[in-house]
């Protein structure tokens, strides 16, 4: 079974501090990663996704992740934050079935960002 | 480009009432389409998906139903609305055979009374 577990529910951090949201996951197959960001009463938009080569990937807003698969970890970190980086965080995992794929939501994390 | 669009942003709906939601794409064909909710506070929850016209799957059993009646529309409803249908819906779609993420709508915040 594919399951993802996102391991702080919240993370407070002054600005211009680096930040670290912490994502693992269990699979028995392989499985393409996602880190999504919601802003308040809006969809989600994808921050970057990792399919295979480079461990190490680049998304939007100067976010990055590395997927290690020996700790099948998917951490997003970002050197220096923002105001606006302010959001919910939602990690994602996606293996190919039948038909399409199946993708599994993490619960979430909220970084608040203060001044 | 692919846009995906989703109405009404906002519905307050009374308990017993029906309910409609709609969820176009435009820019791709044969998209696969999902409705997802998400509580306060909480994650995400799938409810249907469908990868064709006329084909739906339930992931969790509900007062809720879901409509595919061309390529790039879906709909959810619901006959008679409960408390509990209350939430942030989100519709979003993928292509079959890639592996881009989802795109997602602006989501509908339905708050029943």
């Known amino acids: 079974a594919q399951s993802v577990t996102q391991l702080d529910s919240q993370v407070p951090v002054f600005e211009e501090a680096p930040v670290e949201l912490r994502c693992n996951y269990s699979s028995s197959v392989s499985v393409y990663l996602f880190w999504y960001v919601q802003y308040p009463n809006q969809g989600l938009q994808l921050l970057l996704k990792?399919?295979?080569?480079?461990?190490l990937v680049k998304g939007i807003n100067g976010f990055e992740a590395e997927f290690n698969k020996s700790q099948t970890s998917f951490h997003l970190r970002k050197p220096s934050v923002h105001i606006s980086d302010t959001a919910e965080y939602f990690c994602a995992v996606s293996r190919a079935e039948t038909g399409g794929f199946k993708t599994i939501f993490g619960a979430g994390t909220r970084l608040f960002v203060k001044a | 480009s692919q846009t995906i669009h989703q109405w009404p942003a906002t519905l307050v709906q009374p308990v017993g009432s029906p309910l409609s939601l709609e969820c176009t794409v435009e820019g791709t064909s044969n998209p696969n389409l999902y409705w997802y909710r998400q509580a306060a506070g909480r994650g995400l929850q799938l409810l249907f998906y469908s990868v064709g016209i006329g084909q739906i799957s339930s992931e969790v059993p509900q007062n809720l139903s879901a409509s595919r009646p061309q390529d790039r529309q879906f709909i959810l409803s619901s006959k008679k609305l409960l408390l509990s249908d209350s939430g942030f819906y989100l519709c979003a779609w993928t292509q079959l055979r890639g592996a881009g993420g989802y795109t997602f709508g602006s989501g509908t915040r339905l708050t029943v009374v």
């Open positions: 990792y399919l295979s080569g480079s461990t």
